[in-house]
């Protein structure tokens, strides 16, 4: 199967950078995404990264290392809103679109 | 549609009933995914559309699950004699292509009692 690890749980307050971490051992690489899931909503798309580096998209910044499996969300200023499950997901390019999630990472921002 | 839809938003049935949840996409998009998603955990995939055609059904637990999209817009996912594990929330989402950031729909909360 596919492996997609990342934390749990990580909290923060409002106002600070937050870094939330993935890592993946897959067969085959076409692209890694990560969605934002309040809950009891639908996920929604957030960044996407097929390339090694830093994708920039306001307060959220996304990084891939593809040689070392890896990759990060980086959420500044850190608002209450932000408090929702930040979900990891890998497209492995030989399955069509389909994409492997992680178990996401609830975050919580304290005041 | 603006966006994905989906009904009904919640669904209780008795064990060993069958049901049937509907995925209405974004209009032009091609491409169409079930996925479910149990509490705690990230979306499992089930099945992946292209068109009319089921171009990935590996993801269905077993044959108690179908899914159709005779137009190639509307899905409807099928569950025969539903189990207790069958519990879970079902996410229909759509994008332009494959290989393309989804869109989701708010999903289906399926309850067997």
């Known amino acids: 199967g596919q492996n997609i690890d990342q934390p749990t749980e990580m909290t923060a307050t409002e106002g600070a950078i937050v870094q939330i971490n993935c890592t993946y051992q897959?067969?085959?690489?076409?692209?890694l995404f990560w969605y934002q899931q309040h809950a009891g909503e639908a996920p929604t798309f957030l960044s996407y990264?097929?390339?090694?580096g830093l994708e920039e998209k306001g307060r959220f910044s996304s990084f891939l290392s593809r040689s070392k499996g890896y990759s990060y969300l980086l959420l500044k200023e850190l608002q209450m809103k932000d408090s929702a499950s930040y979900l990891c997901?890998?497209?492995?390019?030989?399955?069509?679109?389909?994409?492997?999630f992680g178990r996401g990472t609830q975050l919580t921002v304290w005041p | 549609g603006a966006g994905v839809s989906q009904t009904p938003s919640n669904k209780v049935t008795e064990k060993g009933k069958y049901v049937e949840l509907r995925c209405d996409p974004i209009?032009?998009?091609?491409?169409l995914y079930w996925y479910r998603q149990s509490l705690g955990q990230g979306p499992e995939f089930l099945i992946y559309?292209?068109?009319?055609?089921?171009?990935?059904d590996s993801g269905l637990p077993n044959d108690r699950f179908f899914a159709v999209r005779p137009e190639g817009s509307v899905s409807t996912l099928k569950i025969q004699r539903t189990e207790r594990g069958d519990s879970a929330v079902y996410l229909c989402?759509?994008?332009?292509?494959?290989?393309?950031?989804?869109?989701f729909g708010s999903g289906t909360r399926l309850t067997v009692v």
């Open positions: 989402a759509s994008s332009p292509t494959e290989n393309y950031g989804y869109t």
């Open positions: 897959t067969s085959g690489f076409n692209g």
């Open positions: 990264n097929v390339l090694d």
């Open positions: 997901a890998v497209n492995r390019g030989s399955t069509l679109g389909r994409l492997y």
């Open positions: 209009s032009g998009h091609t491409a």
């Open positions: 559309f292209q068109g009319t055609g089921a171009a990935d």
